[in-house]
């Protein structure tokens, strides 16, 4: 007859990970989401279409949506194993100063039309992950507001040039003014991309 070895609960307790329970419907459904596609699939869900489609959709056929698409696919991680990772730096210094990751949060345009808090969130997380924040011309929170939430936060700023330069110019001094180390200009937006319906 077999004989069995009943495991003690000391040796099982590690492998039992239980979850507090999270009582908050947003923060469950976001806990939930592993990846870019799964926050995707939640904000169809909760956003309305026009907006939804404003931030998901691009130009026409989409075609050089798919490529960006396609070249962050081709990249691929090449595993380091055996080595020492206790101290891992993803830190980058980025136009002068030092970034936690080489990467910043891209200005969108109309941003609280898709999420209430807008910029003011995207600069908060941006602040508490230590990575530079954009500000759009188009943005729907003024420039002071945006460096106001997150004074402790690294702030660029980004520039459409209107015909009117007087306003375009006194917008980049309030931004100065305001704390944010950098100015992106856009110049590939002479006019808009044409909405395809599908
Ligand atoms: C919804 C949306 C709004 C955007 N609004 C702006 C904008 O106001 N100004 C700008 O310079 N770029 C704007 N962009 C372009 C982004 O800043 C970024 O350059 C572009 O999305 C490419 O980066 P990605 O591959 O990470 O999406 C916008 C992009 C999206 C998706």
Redesign the pocket.
């Known amino acids: 007859m077999v004989e069995r070895r009943i495991p003690k609960m000391r040796d099982l307790a590690p492998l039992m990970q239980f979850k507090k329970p999270e009582f908050n419907a947003r923060r469950r459904r976001l806990a939930a989401a592993t990846s870019i596609y799964d926050l995707r699939a939640i904000a169809k869900r909760v956003t309305p279409r026009a907006a939804f489609d ?2 998901d959709g ?1 130009a026409e056929g989409e075609i050089s949506l798919a490529r ?1 698409r396609q070249a ?1 696919h081709d990249i691929e991680f090449h595993p380091s194993v055996l080595r020492d990772v206790s101290a891992v730096d993803t830190s980058r210094e980025v136009l002068g100063r030092t970034s936690a990751m080489p990467f910043g949060i ?5 941003t609280r039309m ?1 999420q209430t808090e807008g910029e003011r969130a995207g600069a908060t997380a941006a602040a508490a992950a230590g990575i530079p924040f ?1 500000l ?4 729907t929170t003024s420039i002071e507001d945006v460096a106001a939430a997150a004074p402790d936060g690294r702030n660029w700023f ?1 520039l ?1 040039m209107w015909t009117d330069r007087e306003r375009s110019l006194a917008l980049v001094d309030r931004a100065a003014a305001a704390g944010y180390d950098a100015l ?1 200009l ?1 110049v590939d ?1 002479p006019v808009g991309g044409a909405a395809c319906e599908t």
Not at 106 to 110: D, H, I, L, R, S
């Open positions: 404003y931030t691009a960006a962050f891209a200005p969108t345009g109309f898709m954009s759009s011309t188009m943005g980004q459409y992106i856009t937006t």
